[in-house]
């Protein structure tokens, strides 16, 4: 009885609408057909459609305090294959998400972190020797460093 893979990633949010804005605007996932749980909600799907972000707001989102928690918690972050790493870093730029690179040592993998705006951080993992341009930035405040959150609160 194997697992077979990851089927989907379920973030709470305070805020449907800039959570789907980035994870689609951002991030390059769409919009897929959702079940009416009886609460807001979104599934966001890889362009191959499988749905790999549930987002949900209200109902049980909320908690026993009426709002979603922020933050990843007990999860540091969610990691996405991507390609186009130097187009992400231009969509980060031009949406106003702050950032942070890094380069696997003894790979060829690069990485970018960024937070959404309910505070889950995710990473974009990239095969380095399909990227153009260049390396990731390594240097001190870009340079991501585990265990260090960067998350100010803010979002764009």
């Given amino acids: 009885m194997p697992v ?11 805020d449907l609408a800039a959570t789907v ?16 749980f009886g609460y807001p909600g979104a599934w966001l799907a890889t362009p191959e459609g499988a749905a790999i972000m549930h987002i949900y707001a209200g109902g049980p989102a909320l908690g026993t305090q009426g709002k979603a ?16 790493y130097h187009d992400y870093i231009a969509a ?6 702050d950032w942070r690179e890094f380069k ?20 974009l993992t990239f095969d380095g020797a399909s990227e153009p341009g260049p390396a990731p930035d390594m ?18």
């Fill in 69 to 84: 928690p922020y933050g990843t918690a007990a999860i540091d972050h969610v990691s996405l294959s991507a390609t186009g």
């Fill in 139 to 156: 240097s001190d405040g870009r340079r991501y460093i585990a265990g260090s959150s960067f998350f100010t609160g803010a979002t764009p």
């Fill in 92 to 97: 980060f730029r031009a949406a106003k998400y």
């Fill in 21 to 36: 804005r980035f994870y689609e605007d951002v991030v390059g996932l769409k919009s897929v057909w959702r079940p009416d």
């Fill in 104 to 123: 696997v040592p003894g790979t060829t993998l690069w990485q970018l972190f960024v937070y959404d705006p309910s505070g889950v951080q995710l990473e």
């Fill in 4 to 14: 077979s893979g990851l089927f989907h990633v379920a973030v709470k949010t305070n």
